[in-house]
């Protein structure tokens, strides 16, 4: 495994640094999660799509440079050393984006990515549902067939809807066959959230945003090309797209690596602690975050080899969750009782905070990863 960049890739570094010191927003945008903050981030990242720089890794005839993923991974290293906005686009390009990739026909593709990619329609990720969080498998929204239209009836609720208040159109699991096995039986449908029959009700968070959502289904019509993946395939769908969710593309490195940075910076400006314990955890956190760097270029290489991602994503997943809420509660220790604060300069950790906090539950319970880790990393019998 090469640790070092090669002269085209440091040129290829100092190009999106010149151009995000250019252009990223003064003063930050405000949270992507309310209304008014999100559609400033979707003009942000129209602006992105437009220099060539929302989606570099995609090929050009979907907006994309056909940058190397060792590129994506500079790209997102210069992306949050930046302090460019929170991506509102992510969960079609980091999540769904790939899926289609995988499994999408090329009319899927052709139809969906230049409008992912510019912000023109967003996405959201309808999975989890009342009786189903982490056991995906329990869902009971159901798909029935419309043999008169070409397509598919779906009923049901969704829930726990990142931005689920603001998008365009979900991706989600539905059960189209009730006979078939817990896993078995389920399909993949892309969905209009403007369609009839579909209801989105905003989940209000403590922190005043309004962007989490339940959708409710009551016989809304999915034609067939809105399928991904093939009927009743929808599991092994699903987990190409949790394999992005907790591997690889959803938390890059350069996410971890700014956080840690930001904390040394906040260490240094708090002249009234002198913890060793404290100085300690910041430290950790450098290490984690560089430990995670090296491990995400080894995923690459084995990705560049013609390697697959596998259930080694949710031994990835543990590890960011929970050092992304190491790094918050230690910034909250160092700053005291200003930890509290909803405004001013230190306002952004306790923001941070409260969605670190969400990160062990998110893209699957850490409980239920380290079940997967057992069974299917390390090969133990389930009890």
């Known amino acids: 495994m090469d640790l070092t960049f090669d002269e085209a890739e440091e040129a290829f570094r100092a190009e999106c640094r010149a151009w995000l010191e250019a252009h990223r927003p003064d003063p930050p945008l405000p949270s992507g999660d309310t209304r008014e903050g999100f559609e400033l981030h979707r003009r942000w990242e129209r602006e992105l799509y437009d220099a060539g720089w929302a989606v570099v890794s995609w090929p050009r005839e979907y907006g994309g440079r056909e940058a190397s993923l060792w590129e994506w991974l500079i790209f997102e290293e210069e992306y949050h050393r930046a302090g460019a906005p929170q991506r509102v686009t992510q969960n079609g390009i980091f999540l769904l984006a790939p899926t289609l990739f995988e499994l999408g026909t090329k009319e899927q593709r052709d139809r969906i990515l230049p409008a992912m990619a510019s912000a023109e329609v967003t996405w959201c990720q309808g999975w989890s549902e009342p009786d189903a969080g982490s056991d995906l498998a329990a869902i009971r929204s159901r798909a029935v067939r419309d043999e008169t239209g070409g397509g598919w009836r779906l009923s049901g609720q969704k829930t726990w809807t990142t931005r689920g208040a603001f998008c365009d159109r979900m991706f989600g699991l539905f059960r189209s066959d009730p006979e078939a096995e817990r896993h078995r039986g389920l ?22 945003d309004e962007g989490f959502a339940e959708v409710f289904l009551e016989d809304v019509f999915v034609p067939d090309e809105d399928v991904l993946g093939g009927v009743h395939r929808g599991w092994e769908v699903a987990m190409a797209t949790t394999g992005s969710e907790r591997g690889l593309t959803l938390r890059s490195p350069g996410r971890f690596l700014a956080t840690a940075s930001r904390l040394v910076e906040l260490h240094r400006g708090v002249r009234d602690v002198a913890d060793p314990a404290l100085e300690d955890a910041v430290v950790r956190a450098c290490i984690d975050a560089e430990a995670y760097r090296w491990q995400t270029f080894w995923t690459v290489t084995r990705l560049a080899e013609g390697a697959r991602s596998g259930p080694e994503a949710s031994l990835v997943k543990l590890f960011w969750s929970e050092l992304d809420l190491r790094m918050h509660e230690t910034a909250s220790e160092l700053l005291g009782c200003r930890a509290e604060l909803v405004e001013g300069p230190t306002a952004d950790w306790m923001k941070g905070l409260q969605f670190a906090l969400a990160g062990p539950i998110y893209a699957g319970t850490n409980e239920i990863q380290r079940n997967v880790v057992a069974e299917r990393v390390l090969g133990l019998p389930r009890r």
């Open 187 to 208: 399909t993949y449908f892309l969905v209009d959230l403007h369609a009839v029959g579909v209801t989105v009700r905003p989940v209000e968070r403590l922190d005043g």
